[in-house]
Nanobody
């Protein structure tokens, strides 16, 4: 079992930056690939970023590539999402996710956090 708790959300102006954190507890954090998703009102949950268990590889969709950076600290069992050049369309609830196989379909993710709200004002 892995428990995930996000923090760091809030209100930021367009063009600004924000760093989200996801603290993990439970077994074998370093064995899990970690990811971030987001869900805006009335929309489906969408993939934002992921990082392998070792931190050696990351992936992003085109919508955030070059603006978002995912990282992890296995010693602190924490994963981060640094977001810059934020846009109003980045407004959503951001969810941390853990998956043993590193496959990022919403229906197959092993564990979810409770989410943290990010609001970008124009």
């Amino acid at each position: 079992q892995v428990q995930l708790v996000e923090s760091g959300g809030g209100l930021v102006q367009a063009g600004g930056s924000l760093r989200l954190s996801c603290a993990a507890s439970g077994r074998s954090f370093s064995s899990y690939a970690m990811g971030w998703f987001r869900q805006a009102p009335g929309k489906e949950r969408e993939f934002v970023a992921a990082i392998t268990w070792s931190g050696s590889s990351t992936i992003y969709p085109n919508s955030v590539k070059g603006r978002f950076t995912i990282s992890r600290d296995n010693a602190k069992t924490t994963v981060y999402l640094h977001m810059s050049s934020l846009k109003p369309e980045d407004t959503a609830v951001y969810y941390c996710a853990a998956d043993l196989e590193g496959t990022w379909w919403v229906s197959t993710v092993d564990y979810w956090g409770q989410g943290t709200q990010v609001t970008v004002s124009s």
